[in-house]
């Protein structure tokens, strides 16, 4: 054997650290790659005009900066648009940090859009800008680290896991308007399924997650509770829930230190103290971590496919 010719590694532990060292040229290739910079570039680009062509239609004739509305809707259209392109930038074929690639390509795109976005609406403030960028990605993040883990498990079925988050993603978009006959009625109710699903709703629906960045903007429009929007459809259900926090937080909240008979309401609470991870940390680092581990449990067959 030439000394040229390298055997394949051999035990989980050699197959491990070869991935290991592999990482750094394969998140540099990622980068590199001409579909990241030119899709980054492509999206500035469609961001911007989406942005300023939205401005003429709701405010002629055209202008720059875009008016806030404009900005409001673009952000709604931009929000969509990247967490379908996580899907096509899915890896095709096993390869070695294929799910980590893919994750620095969609943030290479998604940063390409919101500079577009940030640009064309110059009037919007770069805070709101940053924070529609980092909920966006932490959501696209959780998306891809679901399809990597759930295609390692349930492989050679690619297809269907990816079918089953695309429907995930279309019930998610909608699901203010279709979960709203139930959680009303368990609301009303006052049952504490019906505060849990309205929560949930509006911490997993990508329009109320991007309705409640707006929301806190300065001079923002809260599209769930503002006149002759989702008002119209769910009134009295969210009106006293608040938008999920987007940023870690600590709180207080009094919880049951003594039960009581089961069924009855507890004997005593206590105020503790609490952290809300906030949106982006429970998407974010957890998609990333998910797409790290699919990598790493197929470290060994791209590894030894690559060799």
């Known amino acids: 054997m030439t000394p040229d010719a390298a055997e394949p590694p051999s035990g989980a532990g050699a197959v491990l650290r070869a991935a290991w060292r592999a990482l ?174 309205a929560c949930a709703v509006l911490a997993l629906g990508p329009v109320s997650c991007v309705s409640g960045v707006w929301a806190r903007a300065p001079g923002g429009f809260d599209l769930l509770r503002s006149e002759v929007t989702y008002r119209q459809w769910v009134v009295g259900m969210y009106d006293l829930l608040p938008y999920p926090e987007l940023w870690p937080r600590r709180y207080e909240a009094s919880v049951p230190v003594k039960l009581s008979v089961p069924g009855e309401a507890p004997a005593s609470y206590e105020t503790r103290r609490l952290i809300d991870p906030g949106l982006v940390l429970a998407f974010g680092p957890w998609g990333l971590a998910l797409v790290v581990l699919s990598d790493v449990l197929g470290a060994g067959r791209n590894v030894k496919r690559e060799t």
Do not use: M
Request: positive net charge; proline residues 8%.
């Open 24 to 197: 750094p040229a394969a998140c540099a290739e990622a980068l590199a790659a001409p579909a990241a910079w030119l899709g980054a570039g492509a999206s500035a680009l469609l961001a911007a005009a989406l942005t300023l062509a939205l401005g003429a239609v709701l405010k002629p004739p055209p202008a720059w900066p875009a008016p806030p509305q404009a900005a409001i809707a673009a952000s709604h259209v931009l929000a969509l648009a990247l967490l379908c392109a996580a899907f096509v930038l899915l890896p095709r074929e096993p390869r070695a940090w294929g799910g980590l690639r893919a994750a620095l390509r969609f943030a290479c795109w998604s940063a390409g859009a919101w500079l577009g976005f940030g640009l064309a609406s110059i009037s919007t403030p770069w805070a709101v800008v940053f924070s529609l960028a980092a909920l966006v990605g932490a959501y696209g993040l959780g998306l891809l680290g679901a399809a990597a883990l759930l295609e390692r498990l349930c492989a050679p079925y690619v297809q269907p896991v990816r079918i089953a988050l695309a429907l995930f993603l279309a019930l998610s978009l909608s699901s203010l308007l279709w979960t709203r006959a139930p959680l009303v009625d368990l609301y009303n109710a006052e049952r504490a399924q019906g505060r849990t699903g």
